[in-house]
């Protein structure tokens, strides 16, 4: 078999042969590559330009200050937050519009493509606008609360919530796509007859059973989250994304390698999410 | 979908009460105060005067204020060129990768690739493009040096319209390629093959069947780029630290402190982002819609 096939494929003239050859679609990924590809390597041969005795010494350099770990790790803390947060919101919510409530599905499923209308930067003006006056019992005078902006649990309140609604279109699409895969009235039903309750039910049954679909959504958060700037620096966070920023403002290495860093960070939660979903690439949207 | 949702409203509750709803009221609860509060917010303030009244003459403003007027045409620029651009090299990539005939395996390299690189974006893509196309860039410099051109002296600048258009491309051609990656596997070959047995040849297998299949479906991806590309902040911050004054850049600076000078105004200018945003994501859906009839 594979000698005859050999003998055709030697016969082919050389110019069949070069009609056969894909040159544009080559030439394509030649040039998308070289786009991909080109800023990283420049970032990267830049960061280790600083010093030619001690190449790595912009990544030193970045990983001694304080700082940079201080707001790395609160933005980690901030993310994780936003996980969790958006888990408790969106599953119970997805879980009970499939068992009992389909008719809710067009609404809240519009509710979800909103952030795409409300950009970031209109989203934090909003915020900004509501919560930065104290508010009033309806109808009195009575203070019932002091600005969210005012005070540090308030602000983290706040931008955990901003990015709730950020990564509210793929958390609830990555949910609701799993739950579409398992059945879960049988499940539900089975585990019902066996004398579960609702929290059980949601914690022991219906999570693990979307928990590959619960991870992609959750590293797509990451991605969104850490590295975010837009809210949180108009809220006034100390996080990763405004340090980033204003590295870059009087310091050339360090942000490069940083940038290098995040760029690998990145990586990471895409090919995780790669792993456990195979193959559906999708993009985030924190520009 | 419908039937699904139909099926289960047969099989289950058959009375929804409110009872029912309260399951998912928390949800509502929270798109209410941390969407639809602040969206409403800015939505009555830019119809507000500075005494508290109704007024009409922030939205008038919008269109007469030749410095808002220009960062509205300035951000349609830059959405509209990267939308285009990035919506055709990304359609070649997605092409090249699915029906184009390279190996199979540089597909998912090039789905992980894309999905790293469309969610790479804000500072560091920023700093990326500053260490590439920067004066003291790296293409920059093997352009002056290998080839003799300087981008600079052509009139090149990274920190104006082109190179931000550069910058944003970054995540907008590999956008265009998530979506069209599958779009183009849904090209059935039994059309391809119906289509040589009638005598077409391939470049009218393309034209008369494989493009109009496509076409709805490239137009709302192309949408779907400008919506992207024009709600963009923190990647233009970054890279022109808010010397380009597109819309979400002069935002900004509103919230800042009231650059405008009237606060009604930065409100109505974020109601006219709100609406553009609102009619471009209207239109991906629609033609969403029509491509299910075929592709799906």
């Known amino acids: ?287 | 979908m419908a039937q699904t949702a139909m099926k289960l409203k047969g099989n289950g509750s058959s009375a929804t009460n409110w009872r029912t709803w309260l399951g998912v009221a928390p949800f509502f609860l929270f798109a209410i105060l941390f969407l639809f509060l602040p969206s409403v917010r800015l939505f009555t303030a830019s119809f507000t005067d500075s005494n508290g009244s109704f007024t009409l003459n922030n939205i008038v403003q919008l269109f007469s204020e030749p410095f808002i007027v220009n960062a509205y045409k300035l951000s349609i620029q830059v959405s509209a060129v990267t939308a285009f651009g990035g919506g055709i090299l990304g359609f070649l990539l997605a092409y090249a990768v699915t029906v184009g005939g390279l190996p199979k395996s540089l597909r998912s390299v090039l789905i992980t690739f894309s999905g790293v690189a469309s969610n790479f974006a804000g500072v560091p893509l920023a700093f990326a493009f500053v260490a590439t196309l920067g004066r003291q860039g790296f293409v920059t410099h093997i352009l002056r040096d290998y080839l003799n051109i300087n981008l600079y002296d052509a009139g090149f600048n990274l920190y104006s319209f082109a190179g931000l258009s550069l910058v944003y491309m970054y995540f907008q051609f590999p956008l265009m390629v998530l979506i069209m990656a599958p779009a183009l596997d849904g090209l059935k070959r039994e059309w391809r093959e119906a289509a040589e047995n009638l005598g077409a040849s391939s470049t009218q297998y393309w034209l008369r069947v494989a493009m109009p299949v496509l076409l709805p479906s490239i137009l709302g991806a192309m949408i779907l780029l400008f919506g992207n590309a024009f709600g963009a902040y923190a990647t233009a911050y970054a890279l022109t630290g808010g010397r380009i004054g597109i819309v979400t850049i002069q935002i900004g600076a509103q919230i800042r402190g009231d650059v405008l000078y009237n606060p009604g105004l930065g409100y109505a200018m974020a109601i006219g982002m709100v609406v553009i945003m609102a009619i471009s994501l209207a239109g991906y859906s629609w033609l969403q819609a029509k491509t299910e009839r075929w592709l799906r």
């Open chain 1, 1 to 287: 078999m594979a000698s005859s096939e050999d003998r055709k494929v030697a016969e082919m003239s050389f110019w069949a042969r070069l009609r056969k050859f894909p040159f544009w679609s080559w030439l394509w990924l030649f040039i998308g590559a070289l786009y991909f590809v080109l800023p990283l390597f420049a970032t990267f041969e830049f960061s280790l330009s600083w010093d030619p005795e001690d190449p790595l010494k912009a990544y030193q350099r970045a990983f001694e200050d304080d700082k940079f770990w201080e707001t790395f790790i609160f933005s980690n803390v901030l993310a994780v937050a936003t996980i969790i947060a958006s888990v408790i919101l969106v599953v119970p919510t997805a879980y009970w519009i499939r068992l009992r409530l389909p008719e809710a599905r067009r609404v809240v499923e519009f509710i979800t493509l909103m952030p795409f209308v409300v950009p970031a930067i209109i989203l934090v003006f909003g915020l900004i606008r509501i919560y930065s006056t104290p508010f009033y019992v309806p109808f009195t005078d009575i203070r019932f609360m002091q600005p969210l902006t005012n005070f540090k649990i308030g602000t983290n309140i706040l931008i955990v919530a901003g990015y709730m609604v950020l990564a509210m279109p793929y958390m609830y699409r990555s949910v609701d796509t799993g739950m579409r895969t398992v059945d879960i009235r049988t499940l539900t039903e089975a585990a019902q007859s066996l004398g579960a309750n609702w929290y059980v039910i949601i914690t022991r049954i219906i999570l693990p059973n979307i928990r590959s679909a619960l991870l992609s959504g959750a590293l797509l958060t990451f991605a969104i989250v850490v590295g975010e700037v837009t809210l949180a620096s108009f809220l006034g966070v100390d996080a990763f994304g405004p340090y980033l920023f204003l590295l870059g403002q009087h310091r050339a290495y360090e942000p490069a390698a940083l940038s290098f860093v995040s760029f690998l960070l990145t990586w990471l939660a895409m090919g995780l999410i790669q792993m456990f979903t195979g193959g559906q690439g999708q993009a985030a949207g924190a520009h």
